[in-house]
Every structure is written in structure tokens, then in C-alpha cells.
């Protein structure tokens, strides 16, 4: 069976509040008795001694001899007198014990308040007779009555025994009135204590039980929930301490998932990525071999045929050498590893001398480039990265531009951006194509038109460097009405400090 802990703390405070009311009781009651006893003590010297005095002017009066034979023989006027003085019943005895006179003519037992015998066993009586003054306390009923038991004597001699009973009953109730008024004063603190006890455990409990259902909320997957805590108290603090944990718990599930499916992700582009560069190998490594084959089964016979095959061995060897150093140039991108030279660079220098540099394979198609540029626009950047970025993206405007045609490069600030804009007349890309264009070794054919030329790396290497400085592209195209590339790039002072 489940115990809550409200339960235990109940059946705790209970336990040990029983376990203190008796013990409380029983010291209480000793003290009340002790007090009572004190109380008859005291009257019982005083009495002792006002009767032996009385007993002593008695016997001088009556001109009595103080001894035995003369105690028996007017133990009834003895007794009769004493009586007088208490106004009590009064039984006398022998110092020995036996009975010499009752001053109610009767058999010297002691009755109670309705006539019934008390039950007696004269120990009392007992010590009297070894010379000391003693009482015995007995309850009868709801009275409590006292026996007293004094020996009387003139000159330190004992000359007889005095036994008489008093109530004391009054100074009972008064005892019991009080431990009672104690006990009902105790029990009410106490019910104070545990209705506190109770409100004060809920008050905890109810956080627990809610961070008990969150916890395993959270143990099914679930950490939308949350413990709403209002208090700044320790189960305050172990409530926002636990939102903090199943936060943090939440983070890095959602960082481990992430890196599982990039790690996925990357896993799947490394296989496709791997299965491209092992087929656009082989193509011009098939020819390269093909041809070296030719050459040496041909021998020196036909110098046309060995001139055609160096040259075709040539331009496959450049394709591949230009294969190589994208994969290369891609795998250093791509890598977080590689630490390189960042530095302030002015845009605008930097596509001048790109489009002076490609001004020659422009005049082969007599393509003109014209430019408009904003100056002192700087980024923070590797050179050779921005370098590599412009000249992919100008060359593809050549090699697929129209002869005779322009392209525009604009080049300005946008906010907090360096924005450069390359627009240009050539054969466009299709939508499908359009949508693919930087997936790695992807080369699609535009409507009538050839297969697109190179590794199919071009574009990937473009987005990699944009990616990489946290920028944007976006490529416009329509088949026959050329391209538009919008490349963003957050300026200097941002790069900076990031």
C-alpha cells in the first residue's frame, strides 16, 4: 500500500503528540499529587503538634497521670476532648496497635460519606506505632479522604495512638481541574499545530506532486511542460531549477537530433558526393586511357592521329586537374578545421581586377562588361574565398552568355549588407534546373540546349562561401533571357564581430 507523505506526516504528528500528552499527563499528575501530598503533610505537623499540645494541657487539667494504665482508663474523656477540638470522629489506640476507644461506639473500621467500609490495611497505623505521625490517601468514589495515624506523648514517652479521617476532596478537584484545563489547553495548541502542520505539507506536496507529473511527463518525451512555481523558497528554487534542467535536457536532445540528421545528412552527400566524383572521373580517365592506348598501338606511323590524341589527353588531364582542385577547394569549405586569414577587404577593388583579369575570354566572345560600384564597401573575409566566389560566377556569365551581349555588375550597400548584383544575356536556366543549381557534380540540360559544361562544382563552391559568411544568394532565371545572381554579404563591421 502507497503512503502519501501528507499520510506519514498525519500519522507522525499523531504518534508523537499521544506519546507527549502521556507523558505530559503522568508529570502534570505527579506534580499535582506532590502538591497535594505536601499540602496534607504540612497540615498533618501542624496538627500533630497543636494536638499533642492540647493532649499535654488536657492531662495537666484533668490532673491525669501521662501513662499507659491512666491513657486506657480515660481514654473515652481523652477521646471525647480531642474529638471536640477537631470536630472529627477520633479512634484511639494502644501504642501497640489494639483498639482502646472510637468515639462513634464503633468497631474503629473507617467509613465513607454513604456508610460503607473503606477498605483499610492500617499500614498507616503501622508507622504510628513506631513512633512517626503518617497518612494514607484513599479515593472513594469521587471524594477522596485522608487517614491520619498520630501518636500522642508527654515527656518524648508515647503514651497511645490517634487515627481520624479528613476530606480532602476539594483540593483533589481543584488538581483535577487544573490538569484538566492543562490537557484541553495542550490538545487545542495541538490541533493549531496540525492544521498548520497539514496546510504547510500541502503547500509543499502540491509543488512535489506537480514536479512528480512533469518528471514524467518528461520521462514520455514530452518537455513542453513546465512546474509553475510562485514561491522563493527552497521548492521555489528546486522548481525553476528543475525548468532550467528539463530546458537545458530539451536543448540538447534537440542539438543531438539536429547533429544526428545532419551527421545523416552529411553521411548521404558524402556517399552521393563520392559517387560523382568516382563517375566524372572515370569519363575523361577512360578517354585519357583510350587514347594513350591508341598511341602506343599506332606507334610513330600517323603523327595526325598522335597530335589529335595528345591533344585530347591534354584537355581531359586540364578537366580533371580543374575537377581536382574544386573538390579540393570545396573540402577546405566545408571543413571547420581549416584555419585561415580573414581581412578587411574593399569590394569594389577587388571586382575591378576580377573583370580586368577575365576582360581577355570576355573579348572572345565580344562580351562587354560594365560596372557600376560603390566604394568603400568592405567585408571581413578570406581573399582567396571572395575571389573564388566572383570569378565562378562570372566565368559561368561568359560561358553561357550570348556573343555580343552585356553583363551588368552592380555593386552596393543594402542596410547592413554588401549587395552585388550580375545580370547578364545569355541562354538562362530552366526552372527544373533552376532548383538543383548548387547541388554538387548536378549539370542539367536547359530546353534545345546543350548540356551545361564543367564539373557541376561551380555553383556548390559559390554557395559554400556564401553560407560560410553567414550571406544569401538568389539566382533569377528564364531559358533564352539570361540569369540574374543577387549575392548578399553582411558588411565589415558586422563580420567583425561575430
Not at 518528461?218 to 525553476?240: A, C, H, R, T, Y
Not at 534542467?245 to 536532445?253: L, S
Request: one cysteine or more; glycine letters at 4%; aromatic letters at 10%.
Amino acid at each position: 500500500m502507497k503512503f502519501s507523505i501528507r499520510y506519514k506526516l498525519a500519522i507522525g504528528l499523531l504518534l508523537i503528540f499521544s506519546l507527549c500528552f502521556n507523558i505530559m499527563t503522568m508529570f502534570i499528575n505527579n506534580i499535582i499529587m506532590k502538591n497535594n501530598e505536601k499540602v496534607i503533610s504540612s497540615e498533618l505537623l501542624v496538627s500533630q503538634r497543636d494536638l499533642n499540645i492540647y493532649f499535654k494541657q488536657f492531662v495537666m487539667i484533668n490532673n491525669i497521670t501521662a501513662n499507659q494504665e491512666e491513657f486506657e482508663k480515660y481514654s473515652s474523656k481523652i477521646g471525647s476532648g480531642l474529638s471536640s477540638k477537631l470536630n472529627n470522629r477520633i479512634v484511639l489506640y494502644k501504642k501497640d496497635g489494639s483498639l482502646i476507644f472510637d468515639t462513634d461506639y464503633s468497631d474503629g473500621n473507617m467509613y465513607s460519606d454513604d456508610g460503607t467500609v473503606i477498605e483499610d490495611d492500617f499500614k498507616d497505623l503501622e508507622v504510628a506505632i513506631k513512633g512517626k505521625s503518617a497518612y494514607k490517601i484513599i479515593r472513594v468514589n469521587k471524594t477522596y479522604k485522608v487517614i491520619f495515624s498520630e501518636p500522642l506523648y508527654t515527656d518524648k514517652t508515647t503514651v497511645g495512638i490517634l487515627r481520624y479521617t479528613k476530606d480532602y476532596t476539594e483540593l483533589f478537584e481543584i488538581g483535577n481541574e487544573l490538569v484538566l484545563k492543562i490537557k484541553m489547553f495542550i490538545l487545542f495548541m495541538f490541533c493549531i499545530l496540525f492544521i498548520f502542520s497539514f496546510l504547510l505539507s500541502t503547500k509543499i506536496i502540491i509543488p512535489i506532486i506537480k514536479l512528480n507529473k512533469s518528471t514524467k511527463e518528461i520521462s514520455k518525451g514530452n518537455f513542453n511542460v513546465n512546474v509553475p512555481m510562485e514561491s522563493n523558497d527552497e521548492i521555489g528554487q528546486l522548481g525553476k531549477s528543475f525548468n532550467i534542467m528539463k530546458d537545458k535536457i530539451k536543448e540538447q536532445i534537440e542539438t543531438i537530433e539536429r547533429d544526428r540528421d545532419d551527421l545523416i545528412k552529411l553521411e548521404s552527400h558524402r556517399k552521393v558526393f563520392y559517387d560523382n566524383v568516382t563517375h566524372e572521373m572515370k569519363t575523361p580517365l577512360t578517354i585519357i586511357d583510350g587514347y594513350a592506348q591508341m598511341i602506343l598501338d599506332e606507334g610513330n606511323s600517323d603523327e595526325k592521329l598522335i597530335i589529335k590524341a595528345a591533344s585530347k589527353i591534354k584537355k581531359e588531364s586540364n578537366k580533371l586537374h580543374n575537377m581536382v582542385v574544386d573538390i579540393l577547394n570545396m573540402s577546405k569549405l566545408e571543413s571547420k578545421r581549416v584555419c585561415e586569414l580573414k581581412e578587411k577587404l574593399s569590394m569594389a577593388q577587388i571586382i575591378r581586377n576580377i573583370c580586368e583579369d577575365m576582360s581577355l575570354k570576355a573579348k572572345k566572345y565580344e562580351i562587354i562588361i560594365e560596372k557600376t560600384l560603390e566604394e568603400d564597401i568592405y567585408v571581413y573575409a578570406n581573399r582567396d574565398d571572395i575571389w573564388r566566389m566572383l570569378v565562378n560566377i562570372i566565368d559561368n556569365s561568359i560561358k553561357y552568355g550570348n556573343v555580343k551581349s552585356l553583363i551588368r555588375i552592380n555593386l552596393f550597400k543594402d542596410n547592413d549588407n554588401c549587395t552585388i548584383i550580375l545580370e547578364d544575356e545569355g541562354k538562362g536556366i530552366n526552372k527544373e534546373v533552376l532548383q538543383r543549381i548548387f547541388e554538387p557534380f548536378y549539370r542539367g540540360y536547359n530546353s534545345s540546349l546543350s548540356k551545361m559544361e564543367g564539373s557541376g562544382l561551380g555553383l556548390s563552391i559559390v554557395k559554400s562561401i556564401v553560407d560560410k559568411y553567414k550571406g544569401s544568394i538568389d539566382i533569377e532565371s528564364e531559358a533564352y533571357k539570361g540569369t540574374k545572381v543577387n549575392i548578399k554579404i553582411p558588411l565589415f563591421y558586422n563580420l567583425a564581430t561575430s
